[in-house]
């Protein structure tokens, strides 16, 4: 019944930005609120790894390579999480996916995935 649904990946040249979107559904306004979101990504033979996350009252964690580039916003209103990325580098390149996840209800959900390529 819960979705996430990830949005506005693509094709950007290195120094540019993108904003990935996560719409959800399913979800209860309140309950989504108690959900830390989170956006991960997994390159091409690579683990999965965190980029960042927001808890139920705004407090942002960010990998080390996101750190100052990128920026993680939830509007628990409209039960929408997004990653706005700036300064983008090849590196970035990846699957981004969105996440929530509650220790207590014990759930963790995850989206399809969208898109990111970093190249001239």
């Known amino acids: 019944q819960v979705q996430l649904v990830e949005s506005g990946g693509g094709l950007v040249q290195p120094g540019g930005s993108l904003t990935l979107s996560c719409v959800t559904s399913?979800?209860?306004?309140?309950?989504?609120?108690?959900?830390?979101m989170g956006w991960y990504r997994q390159a091409p033979g690579k683990e999965r790894e965190l980029v960042a996350t927001?808890?139920?009252?705004?407090?942002?964690d960010y990998s080390d390579s996101a750190k100052g580039r990128f920026t993680i916003t939830r509007d628990n209103a409209k039960k929408l999480v997004l990653l706005q990325m700036n300064s983008l580098i090849p590196e970035d390149t990846a699957i981004y996916y969105c996440?929530?996840?509650?220790?207590?209800?014990?759930?963790?959900?995850w989206g399809q995935g969208t898109q990111v390529t970093v190249s001239s």
């Open positions: 996440n929530g996840r509650n220790s207590y209800f014990r759930s963790d959900y």
């Open positions: 927001i808890t139920s009252n705004f407090t942002t």
């Open positions: 399913g979800f209860s306004r309140i309950i989504f609120g108690v959900h830390i």
